[in-house]
């Protein structure tokens, strides 16, 4: 463990702990943050209001529209000359949004990340290879810092240049690679083109994250590459990579409970939901200074789950991502999540693990298309079986999804690869269609 004290601190310790910082954070931006002070005037709540963990609850919920009202650094809690860095999202579903980070906040990230390394098997003989972009956002910094912390060595690779990543992963024997899960997907793909053997690197794990992705894929990824494919979650409003992080034993992400009191929410109606119910994941930071946030709506579906974790660590670890609440279709009043659709793909045969969805409208009805690619031209020239094929995934996705999608073959290696977050759906609902 990196950090035992705290790793398996007890939950009444914790929990002490968590409601000495929330009360700090509290006072600490109703005096500092002018958005917090009127927010929490308005609901009529001063420091002194929150006398109990379950206070939290009193406390209104701050949006990623909040973030953007206030751009580029409205909600930071301290002057300028106090921010050593600035990062920003990666704009997956819009404007991006700014934060910056205090020396304090850099050494709380870097202590984050190196637990999360830790607990999925890094050490510091180990040669991590960092294929996140660089850059305003948040993961290659984030691991970079983390993994150095641990005494790891850190190849700042970034992202892109793929036949480069295997070069370099040979040459310099990486034995853990940090990247997205489906550029780790695409990086299998090019090192199987180049003729060079998962025997013929010396890479062990890998710590994935920055976007969702399902048990299938985890197995896809470890089987490719011979690795413990290990996941990680953050958000740059929150701090980056570090919010969470999976042991070896991958049940679930560990949260670093002592800078991030997390609660699940349901999304409609805002109410704080019960252990193991799964909703949209809520986070309150404790201990950041440069940009606090107060119960701060993620739009990301998890659950908690308290039970013991063979690691030993205590601390609550949240499920798989099911999605983010922004990338949930409703496709003729059914909810539907990219996830679900490569849950079936992937376990389907004769198909590569690349996908996408595109929605339309025919009049009033949504339709959903998925493109599917063929694994190799092997059955390119069989129409019968190709049709079969088709009909297969085009029930095994009704029978998950309860609506009836179409199937688009597609020839291999013919989706576009992504090097950083996979876009898989595209919606064109909103534009005019011929
Ligand atoms: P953006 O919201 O523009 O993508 P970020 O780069 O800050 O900006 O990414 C944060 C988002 O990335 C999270 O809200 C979440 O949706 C997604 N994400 C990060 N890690 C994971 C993960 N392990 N599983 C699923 N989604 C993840
Ligand atoms: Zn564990």
Redesign the pocket.
């Known amino acids: 463990m990196w950090n035992k004290e705290i790793e398996t601190m007890s939950r009444k310790d914790m929990q002490a702990l968590q409601l000495r910082r929330l009360q700090a954070t509290v006072k600490r931006v109703y005096n500092k943050v002018p958005f917090y002070r009127k927010k929490l005037d308005e609901a009529g709540i001063t420091p002194d209001s929150i006398k109990t963990l379950e206070d939290i609850k009193k406390i209104p919920f701050t949006v990623?529209d909040d973030l953007r009202d206030n751009y580029p650094f409205g909600l930071f809690a301290v002057p300028m000359k106090n921010i050593v860095r600035i990062?920003?999202?990666?704009?997956?579903?819009?404007k991006?949004?700014t934060v910056g980070y205090t020396a304090a906040d850099l050494d709380m990230w870097s202590e984050c990340v190196a637990r999360l390394a830790t607990m999925a098997g890094a050490t510091a003989d180990d040669t991590a290879q960092i294929a996140f972009g660089y850059g305003l956002?948040?993961?290659a910094f984030g691991l970079h810092y983390g993994l150095e912390k641990i005494g790891a060595t850190v190849i700042p690779m970034s992202s892109g240049n793929t036949e480069k990543q295997i070069m370099i992963m040979q040459d310099y024997k990486s034995t853990i690679l940090v990247s997205t899960?489906s550029y780790a997907l695409y990086m299998a793909e090019v090192m199987e083109d180049l003729g060079v053997k998962k025997s013929d690197i010396c890479l062990k794990v890998g710590l994935?994250?920055?976007?969702?992705?399902t048990e299938e894929m985890r197995a896809e990824l470890e089987k490719r590459w011979g690795i413990i494919a290990t996941?990680?979650?953050?958000?740059?409003?929150?701090i980056?990579?570090g919010?969470?992080g999976e042991c070896i034993h991958k049940t679930g992400?560990h949260i670093n409970e002592d800078f991030f009191i997390p609660e699940i929410i349901n999304s409609e109606t805002g109410e704080v939901l019960p252990e193991g119910e799964f909703g949209e994941l809520v986070i309150t930071t404790v201990s950041k200074e440069g940009i606090p946030l107060l119960r701060y709506r993620?739009?990301?579906i998890t659950c908690l789950m308290y039970e013991p974790c063979p690691c030993g660590r205590t601390s609550v670890r949240m499920h798989?991502?099911q999605?983010?609440t922004?990338?949930m279709l409703i496709i003729r009043g059914v909810n539907v999540f990219p996830t679900q659709v490569e849950s079936v793909l992937l376990g389907i045969e004769h198909i590569s693990p690349h996908y996408q969805l595109v929605v339309t409208k025919n009049g009033y009805i949504d339709e959903l298309k998925v493109v599917v690619e063929l694994e190799d031209s092997s059955l390119l020239d069989s129409f019968s079986r190709l049709e079969s094929l088709e009909k297969h995934i085009r029930h095994k996705l009704h029978v998950v999804l309860g609506i009836d999608a179409k199937v688009q073959l597609a020839e291999p290696k013919t989706i576009e690869r992504s090097v950083g977050?996979a876009k898989r759906v595209i919606d064109l609902r909103g534009e005019k269609q011929k």
């Open positions: 990623k990062h920003a999202s990666s704009g997956t579903t819009g991006p949004t956002f948040t993961g899960p994935f994250g920055a976007e969702g992705s996941e990680n979650y953050g958000m740059s409003e929150l980056g990579p919010v969470s992400m993620t739009k990301d798989k991502i999605g983010r922004d990338d977050k």
